[in-house]
């Protein structure tokens, strides 16, 4: 099974409009990181946000907010009011175990390309 | 501050031909990361490293890769022979503290072309 899905391939938002970009995991651990990377075509891998599995809240970073829904296993990032830098390849991680200094086992979503329109 | 530095940019060699990628992680980070990068398979985890030992290189393709961390401060990522099917962009990213959130800082990438 995945570790890390993410199902919409492509995207396309209005400027100034919220989207939404899906991610969902499968773990065992009960210690375990969710990111979200962006890479825009430059090519660098940017870190955005991170949610840690005991989170109470959920992480916002400026326009950036994780949907965390433990039950579900998903951690969609949202985007709040669009911008067109926002247009890149947007990747969810997984970081297994970790916590007490021990191994981290990283696995990474195919990414979803998010194009924003003016 | 300097992020994770790696070198060079671009490598285009012919099969055969030894590369060796080198990457330089954010001073005080303990834990380092090599991946691949392609269209076909994504962005995929090859060795990690904490504090200079390889903990997981179960990602190391085949015994053409091979991974060394002599010190704190410096990796290198080597494949002998290339082959063709090796071009691909290779990150190098590290870490901090393991209690932390643990987020990866990537560096800029090698865009490696084997002809």
């Known amino acids: 099974a995945q570790k890390i899905t993410q199902t919409q391939p492509g995207m396309f938002v209005q400027e100034k409009e919220a989207v939404t970009l899906d991610c969902t995991y499968d773990t065992s651990d009960p210690s375990y990181g969710l990111f979200w990377y962006k890479q825009p075509s430059s090519g660098e891998m940017i870190f955005l946000i991170y949610?840690?599995?005991?989170?109470?809240q959920n992480a916002t970073e400026g326009r950036y907010s994780l949907n965390f829904q433990k039950a579900r296993k998903s951690a969609n990032l949202v985007i709040s009011a669009s911008q067109l830098g926002d247009s890149a390849m947007y990747f969810c991680a997984m970081r297994e175990g970790g916590l007490s200094g021990g191994y981290q086992k990283v696995t990474f979503g195919t990414g979803t390309k998010l194009q924003v329109i003016p | 501050d300097a992020g994770v530095i790696q070198s060079p940019r671009h490598e285009v060699t012919e099969m055969g031909q030894e590369v060796t990628l080198r990457c330089k992680p954010i001073s005080g980070h303990n834990s380092l990361f090599w991946y691949r990068q392609t269209m076909m398979r994504g962005l995929e985890l090859l060795i990690y490293?904490?504090?200079?030992?390889?903990?997981?290189d179960s990602g190391m393709p085949e015994d053409r890769f091979s991974a060394k961390m002599p010190n704190a401060s410096f990796s290198t990522l080597k494949i002998q022979p290339s082959e063709p099917r090796d071009s691909a962009v290779y990150f190098c990213a590290s870490s901090l503290n393991p209690a932390g959130p643990l987020e990866q800082y990537f560096g800029p990438g090698t865009r490696l072309t084997v002809t």
């Open positions: 490293f904490n504090n200079n030992v390889p903990i997981d």
């Open positions: 949610q840690g599995s005991y989170d109470q």
